[in-house]
């Protein structure tokens, strides 16, 4: 946010009736300011970022795996000279060879192409869009959302795009993903028989950060992103500030059996729909992530957010902490 967006908010918020509890002040503009007030909305309220997580970069992997494997590569065009993170092995080198497979670690994209890695990391504006027939032009390098260009024999392909202004998406070139530092270090696949409610257990007792925090870390859990762990907390009924360390035995059980329970109700949706499909998808299938100002679809509350620098979460009071609406820090911290 701005200084000037700041300043706005600010005023905004002073023009409250004094009696107007402060948490009321800084949380009235999800639900409706009082009559007169105008002007003052959180940062991030207006656009929700479909950001592709676990389901969707599974289903994203299976639809691409069905379509390039035993199929040569044609073209390789970089249109992003910053998204490429490595320079041995080339990306030219690429061309010529079989692609054997496309595989998921965590949120990454890892392609075989006959024993050379290609492995793309979409961020949160990145995705990928398929053709049957994919473009005869080079795309040109420059300030749009083009990243790469891949064709395959017969035609097809696919374009790596990005949208928004932070620009991280990353793509890699080498013989082995486990080059990569954060594909290294990659923690547990919640989606495998490894996670269980005792390896849970583990990771949460020796961690003082709170719930939300260690599950988006993604050297813990591989693959969970701001959305799903927003909807894996609502369904837990836990507060996503609650310290992981704290929970009880009963607690956690009820977190591991929500987490893995939105997270294979997701990639059941996803599958077998089309590249194109996956990111509207999602939206749909959210209790509360994206939903801000709306009820909740369990106890009819109105779900609330709390907004940080280039995102926010999403939370019911009723469900998730005993009725108290959390404070947004960054709002708080400007009304002291």
């Known amino acids: 946010m701005g200084r000037v967006g700041a300043v706005q908010i600010l005023r905004a918020a002073r023009r409250w009736p004094r009696g107007w509890p402060r948490w009321r002040r800084l949380l009235a503009p999800v639900a ?3 009559a007169g007030i105008v002007g003052a909305s959180l940062p991030g309220e207006a656009t929700i970022a479909i950001v592709p997580e676990l389901p969707e970069v599974h289903a994203l992997t299976a639809f691409l795996n069905e379509r390039i494997a035993g199929r040569q590569v044609e073209r390789c065009e970089l249109a ?4 490429l993170k490595t320079v041995d092995p080339p990306l030219q080198s690429l061309v010529g060879r079989v692609a054997t497979s496309c595989q998921r670690r965590g949120k990454y994209l890892c392609f075989d192409i006959d024993g050379v890695w290609m492995v793309i990391h979409l961020s949160r504006g990145g995705w990928v869009k398929w053709y049957d027939q994919l473009p005869a032009t080079r795309p040109r390098p420059g300030k749009g959302p083009m990243q790469l260009r891949m064709g395959f024999d017969g035609g097809g392909g696919f374009d790596v795009t990005e949208m928004g202004k932070e620009k991280r998406l990353a793509i890699w070139v080498v013989d082995d993903p486990n080059r990569i530092e954060n594909v290294a270090t990659l923690g547990v696949d919640p989606l495998t028989p490894q996670f269980t409610v005792d390896a849970l257990a583990g ?3 020796g961690n003082g950060a709170t719930l939300k925090t260690v599950l988006t870390s993604q050297s813990l859990i591989a693959g969970v992103g701001n959305a799903y762990s927003d909807e894996a907390l609502h369904a837990a ?3 996503p500030y609650k310290k992981s360390s704290n929970l009880t035995s009963e607690e956690v059980s009820r977190l ?10 997701a990639l059941q949706r996803a599958q077998g729909l089309g590249a194109s499909e996956l990111k509207g998808d999602k939206k749909q299938g959210m209790a509360v992530h994206g939903r801000t100002g709306e009820a909740c679809p369990t ?20 469900c998730q902490t005993a ?3 959390l404070a947004d820090r960054r709002l708080s911290k400007l009304l002291k």
Do not use: N, W
Not at 80 to 83: G, K, R, T
Not at 299 to 318: E, H, L
């Open 32 to 34: 409706g300011p009082p």
């Open 80 to 83: 992003s000279f910053s998204a």
């Open 203 to 205: 990771l949460l007792s």
């Open 237 to 239: 009924r836990l507060s």
């Open 256 to 265: 591991h059996a929500a987490l893995v329970e939105v997270l294979a109700d």
């Open 299 to 318: 106890c009819g509350d109105t779900i609330r957010q709390v907004s940080f620098a280039t995102k926010s979460m999403q939370y019911c009071p009723t």
């Open 323 to 325: 009725g108290k609406p």
